[in-house]
Nanobody, 118 residues
Framework: VQLQASGGGLVQPGGSLRLPCSASRFTLDHRTIGWFRQAPGKGREGVICISSSDDSTYYADSVKGRFTISRDKSKNTVYLQMNTLKPEDTAAYYC????????????WGQGTQVTVSS
């Protein structure tokens, strides 16, 4: 089971990026998918997730109103849309899938770097 996060890069403050998370060998539809990030010297932070039951979404306060998460079932992909990016959003971003039971994230992607800088 592999998850793959991509789409990172260098963006100016106020800009946008969309990060896809895709999977091989299993379907994302029936799992809660989360995005996490880790900045240099800091611990991992949960950013946003979308539930398996009804696609409810949950956000960290730091990204409310700026980040959204969505599924494209036809592509077996979950997207993290990031708008109005700030320098403090700079981090490695990871997607993860849960165990289909209790939102314990057990499958992780390799991460993609997002750098917000002018």
């Amino acid at each position: 089971v592999q998850l793959q996060a991509s789409g990172g890069g260098l963006v100016q403050p106020g800009g946008s990026l969309r990060l896809p998370c895709s999977a091989s060998r299993f379907t994302l539809d029936h799992r809660t998918i989360g995005w996490f990030r880790q900045a240099p010297g800091k611990g991992r932070e949960g950013v946003i997730c979308i539930s398996s039951s009804d696609d409810s979404t949950y956000y960290a306060d730091s990204v409310k109103g700026r980040f959204t998460i969505s599924r494209d079932k036809s592509k077996n992909t979950v997207y993290l849309q990031m708008n109005t990016l700030k320098p403090e959003d700079t981090a490695a971003y990871y997607c993860a899938a849960d165990n289909k039971q209790n939102m314990t994230f057990v499958y992780w992607g390799q991460g993609t770097q997002v750098t917000v800088s002018s």
